[in-house]
């Protein structure tokens, strides 16, 4: 069992930052792979971002490609996701996820946050 709480949404105007932290607790974090996802009203959860096991690899959606950065803290049980130029289009509920296989399909990670709201002013 793993737990994830994710932290730092919040209200930004376009062109702002946002640095989202994901705490994780429970099994060995540095087993699992770890992802972004994102969901916005009326909308179906789409992933954001992931990273591999060591967060050697990286991969992103091509929507923040270049803008956010996803990173992660074995030490710390951590997860990060920089986000950078955001846009009206970034607002959405965001998830920190695990998984035990390297997936962009949110039906394969098995743990989840309960998501942090970001909204992007115009």
């Known amino acids: 069992q793993v737990q994830l709480v994710e932290s730092g949404g919040g209200l930004v105007q376009v062109g702002g930052s946002l640095r989202l932290s994901c705490a994780a607790s429970?099994?060995?974090?540095?087993?699992?792979?770890m992802g972004w996802f994102r969901q916005a009203p009326g909308k179906e959860r789409e992933f954001v971002a992931r990273i591999s096991w060591s967060g050697i690899s990286t991969y992103y959606a091509d929507s923040v490609k270049g803008r956010f950065a996803i990173s992660r803290d074995n030490d710390k049980n951590m997860v990060y996701l920089q986000m950078n130029t955001l846009k009206p289009e970034d607002t959405a509920v965001y998830y920190c996820?695990?998984?035990?296989?390297?997936?962009?399909?949110?039906?394969?990670?098995?743990?989840w946050g309960q998501g942090t709201q970001v909204t992007v002013s115009s």
């Open positions: 429970g099994r060995t974090f540095r087993s699992f792979v």
């Open positions: 996820a695990a998984a035990t296989r390297i997936s962009d399909d949110p039906q394969f990670y098995d743990y």
